[in-house]
């Protein structure tokens, strides 16, 4: 089906919270779209510009993934995920994605507002949905780096002088952890879906347990944006495969399990976050 735009993503998600996963090969997003339809939840599909470095270019996967999510029956979004470049951003909309989030969080904070309000006024005029990430203040370390946590206060300038359509937010969350060990502030999830009126984003999330997920979304966590998990699903099922047959040399063997692995873990985090919970704080 054609691609779902962002807001009807989270209405579809409510009141659970709406997976967003990372793809790196075909072979995750084939596994996001497959567990999706399985599921009958949303979902979108994200492209790092990390990703985008490793692949030498945007195009080739993104096409892809557009392809992939129109022949899907699940509602997808194709996203651009931690964009730091403008141009990569403005390649992104051009090809087609509806969704783009401009990574500003190693700015100071006047920097980071001043970026991030130009791009979210030229996605607008392109009806493309924007997420932001509003790093510590002095900006220079990051949203999601230990210790950091978002202060509503200035969250709610930042959005108010920004534009922006979603916020990702630090809330004890880390990016890469491969421990699901984390611990989140619920209390300031609430505070922020309180004094917010854009959806709050959760990035880090694979290293957070499923009833961490849970409170999350309980307490007023919208997007839930997860990658790590399912390089750990791909790499585990592929090891067991080498294991048991060292000379094969078909990357369809090993590959084919992979993608089985990420789409068993994507299904279970569906799953988690479309548990049936009321909110504690209405969005």
């Not at 996001?32 to 599909?45: C, K, Q, S, V």
């Not at 001043?114 to 509003?134: G, N, P």
């Not at 952890?177 to 959760?202: F, G, H, N, Y």
């Not at 694979?206 to 791909?234: E, Q």
Request: aromatic content about 2%; glycine content about 8%; overall charge negative.
């Amino acid at each position: 089906m054609p691609l779902t735009p962002i807001p009807r993503l989270i209405e579809l998600a409510r009141p659970g919270g709406l997976g967003a996963f990372n793809v790196i090969t075909l072979e995750h997003a084939e596994a996001i779209a497959a567990a999706a339809e399985t599921m009958e939840r949303p979902a979108i599909l994200q492209i790092s510009e990390n990703t985008v470095k490793y692949h030498g270019g945007l195009k080739p996967l993104a096409r892809a993934c557009l392809q992939i999510a129109e022949d899907s029956s699940a509602a997808l979004a194709v996203h651009l995920d931690h964009a730091t470049d403008i141009e990569l951003i403005k390649e992104a909309v051009e090809v087609g994605l509806i969704s783009v989030m401009y990574d500003g969080a190693a700015l100071d904070y006047a920097e980071n507002v001043s970026a991030t309000a130009e791009i979210a006024r030229w996605c607008h005029d392109r009806d493309v949905f924007v997420e932001a990430e509003l790093g510590e203040v002095g900006g220079k370390n990051g949203a999601h780096v230990p210790g950091v946590r978002t202060d509503p206060r200035e969250a709610v300038a930042f959005v108010a002088a920004t534009g922006v359509d979603a916020l990702a937010v630090a809330v004890g969350s880390v990016h890469a952890m491969q421990t699901r060990a984390a611990a989140l502030d619920t209390e300031l999830i609430a505070s922020l879906a309180k004094v917010l009126e854009v959806p709050l984003v959760l990035h880090g999330s694979s290293g957070v347990p499923d009833d961490g997920l849970r409170a999350a979304v309980r307490h007023g966590m919208v997007k839930v944006n997860i990658g790590t998990r399912l390089n750990i699903a791909l790499t585990e099922a592929v090891r067991v495969v080498l294991a048991a047959a060292p000379d094969s040399s078909d990357p369809r063997k090993y590959l084919g399990p992979g993608r089985l692995g990420m789409r068993r873990d994507v299904e279970h985090h569906l799953r988690v976050l479309g548990t049936r919970v009321l909110r504690a704080v209405p969005n």
